[in-house]
T-cell receptor, first 114, second 115 residues
């Protein structure tokens, strides 16, 4: 009964490749997010989708393309991977309406680009 | 735009001792404030949150935090630390003007617990 799940947990690939990370939430939330955590543990938001609509795009290179097929899924596709893309990517979800805006995070995907 | 400062990169506490992790925020109005914990190799788990009302909020695992508007602070406390509390702790601030929470995180404080 995992709330927010991500696949894969680890991803090792070479520069120039294209890869995808998948995220699913079973909390019934209507908003999902992608965060990047760098080697110094700094967390920064990349994207946010509400009801499958992009609402936050934080100056991320256009090699990164999120896709939300439905409210419960938000995938991240990365083209032409670069060394600097190595990081841990976290998916999160929250309920935009109502009072409780806390975000629930997935376990993370550690991406290593060689 | 909101921002968060966690001035302590590392803190070492003896098991059983009390703990206080500092968090200062910058935001033009009353913010939403959160503390998350990240154990090694794990995702982030919400410890507690402040939205409004009582400025002392209780969270999970025996943690509490106090919102002090005059000091723009939201420090995390625990009266007696357990070895299992060793982890990375993140303070985050969210804007009130939208339900689409753009959380801004601090740089984290790594807690080490000595026997």
């Amino acid at each position: 009964d995992t709330a927010v799940s991500q696949t894969p947990k680890y991803l090792v690939t070479q520069m120039g490749n294209d890869k995808s990370i998948k995220c699913e939430q079973n909390l019934g939330h209507d908003t999902m997010y992608w965060y990047k955590q760098d080697s110094k543990k700094f967390l920064k938001i990349m994207f946010s989708y509400n009801n499958k609509e992009l609402i936050i795009n934080e100056t991320v290179p256009n090699r990164f393309s999120p896709k939300s097929p439905d409210k419960a899924h938000l995938n991240l596709h990365i083209n032409s991977l670069e060394l600097g893309d190595s990081a841990v990517y976290f998916c999160a979800s929250s309920q935009a309406s109502g009072y409780a805006y806390e975000q629930y995070f997935g376990p993370g995907t550690r991406l290593t680009v060689t | 735009a909101q921002s968060v400062t966690q001035p302590d990169i590392h803190i070492t506490v003896s098991e059983g001792a009390s703990l206080e992790l500092r968090c200062n925020y910058s935001y033009g109005a009353t913010p939403y404030l959160f503390w998350y914990v990240q154990s090694p190799g794990q995702g982030l788990q919400l410890l507690l949150k402040y939205f409004s009302g009582d400025t002392l909020v209780q969270g999970i695992k025996g943690f509490e935090a106090e919102f002090k508007r005059s000091q723009s602070s939201f420090n995390l406390r625990k009266p007696s630390v357990h070895w299992s509390d060793a982890a990375e702790y993140f303070c985050a601030v969210g804007a009130r003007n939208t339900g689409f929470q753009k959380l801004v995180f601090g740089t984290g404080t790594r807690l080490l617990v000595s026997p």
